[in-house]
């Protein structure tokens, strides 16, 4: 494996994280892999993954800040919690429990009308 250390300042020049990507090589599946350096936090991500060489001095790099990724998760987890939260409501399972005993009659699903008085004298 090859690595890289990769320190991140803010634009005060205070350390915001290190990061350590990789760039692996399996020699018996003839294959290459890339570690990105993550460093997750409740605003923003930060990636830095390795690219391909460039010289023997140089590699290309990426970087990335993506912004509120984490947030997605959350409000999925909110939408979760909040389904869940309605299938537990009591309302929905008392309302069950009327119709099934027959005090309350279901509408009618076929669309049927009632008689007709004048249809059925015609």
């Known amino acids: 494996a090859e690595y890289g250390r990769f320190d991140v300042y803010d634009s005060d020049g ?3 994280s ?3 990507p990789e760039k692996r090589r399996y020699m018996v599946q003839r294959n290459t892999m890339t570690e990105a350096g993550i460093d997750g936090g409740l605003f923003r991500d930060i990636f830095v993954a390795i690219g391909e ?3 023997d001095d ?3 790099i990426r970087l ?3 912004p509120l990724v984490r947030w997605l998760w959350l409000g999925a987890l909110f939408m979760a919690a909040g389904g869940f939260l309605a299938i537990s409501d009591r309302r929905y399972r008392i ?3 009327v119709a099934e005993n027959g005090k309350v009659k279901a509408p ?3 669309g049927e009308r009632g008689a007709d008085p ?3 004298a015609s």
Request: positive net charge; glycine residues 12%.
């Open 14 to 16: 205070g350390l915001i």
């Open 53 to 55: 060489r460039v010289s």
């Open 95 to 97: 309302r069950d429990k």
């Open 118 to 120: 004048v249809g059925a």
């Open 108 to 110: 009618n699903a076929g």
């Open 18 to 20: 290190t990061l350590y």
């Open 58 to 60: 140089a590699w290309a």
């Open 64 to 66: 990335q800040y993506k």
